[in-house]
T-cell receptor
Framework: QKEVEQDPGPLSVPEGAIVSLNCTYS??????FMWYRQYSRKGPELLMY????GNKEDGRFTAQVDKSSKYISLFIRDSQPSDSATYLC????????????FGQGTRLTINP | GAVVSQHPSWVICKSGTSVKIECRSL??????MFWYRQFPKQSLMLMAT?????????EQGVEKDKFLINHASLTLSTLTVTSAHPEDSSFYIC?????????????FGPGTRLLVL
């Protein structure tokens, strides 16, 4: 079993739809949670990071963490074609560990 | 924001040559940088952790004599692929750890695409 599971998709939705991207994890020591967006042939771009359970909002993006269920989500409202990319969840332990553990990434396409 | 640059962005070389890739944190100091490798349609695979002023820590299965890492300053880490072969062709991405606000976050460079002929 992988430490972090993420549905690779692909996921295709119409423009304006609400998108939900999810990851589950097995290591309860994970405390920091991140979402990265990666366009084709580019490096990942940090979108959101959280370190507690609950919701964090930034513009059209909302990150949600449920530590009791070991489940994190990223919601995209009013999706745009420019949101088409691969979305990677990543997480790390608070102290000592310096490594990020990534999910497989979900390929998202927003259709105009 | 936090900006990380990589140079070159792409390189084509002949088999047997060595290639050096630079990773720079432009607006913050990074005591720790990471080197990843990514195959098409796959996630990032951590190769090694680069610590300023000390030896890099390599992940299991990564040849340290093949992939030489040097972290000579707080803003620069280099990855040298020695005696490159076609199977080393890949997308190499670095990241720099930003501890300025006490958060465990990494910012990634734009990546370097290596093609070995």
């Amino acid at each position: 079993q992988k430490e972090v599971e993420q549905d690779p998709g692909p996921l295709s939705v119409p423009e304006g739809a609400i998108v939900s991207l999810n990851c589950t994890y097995s290591n309860s020591a994970f405390q920091y949670f991140m979402w990265y967006r990666q366009y084709s042939r580019k490096g990942p771009e940090l979108l959101m990071y959280t370190y507690s359970s609950g919701n964090k909002e930034d513009g059209r993006f909302t990150a949600q963490v449920d530590k009791s269920s070991k489940y994190i989500s990223l919601f995209i409202r009013d999706s745009q074609p420019s949101d088409s990319a691969t979305y990677l969840c990543a997480m790390s332990v608070v102290q000592g560990a310096q490594k990020l553990v990534f999910g497989q990434g979900t390929r998202l396409t927003i259709n105009p | 924001g936090a900006v990380v640059s990589q140079h070159p962005s792409w390189v084509i070389c002949k088999s047997g040559t060595s290639v050096k890739i630079e990773c720079r944190s432009l607006d913050f100091q990074a005591t720790t940088m990471f080197w990843y490798r990514q195959f098409p349609k796959q996630s990032l695979m951590l190769m090694a952790t680069s610590n300023e002023g000390s030896k890099a820590t390599y992940e299991q299965g990564v040849e340290k004599d093949k992939f030489l890492i040097n972290h000579a300053s707080l803003t620069l880490s280099t990855l040298t692929v020695t005696s490159a072969h076609p199977e080393d062709s890949s997308f190499y991405i670095c990241s720099a750890r930003d501890n300025r606000e006490g958060h465990e976050t990494q910012y990634f460079g734009p990546g370097t695409r290596l093609l070995v002929l």
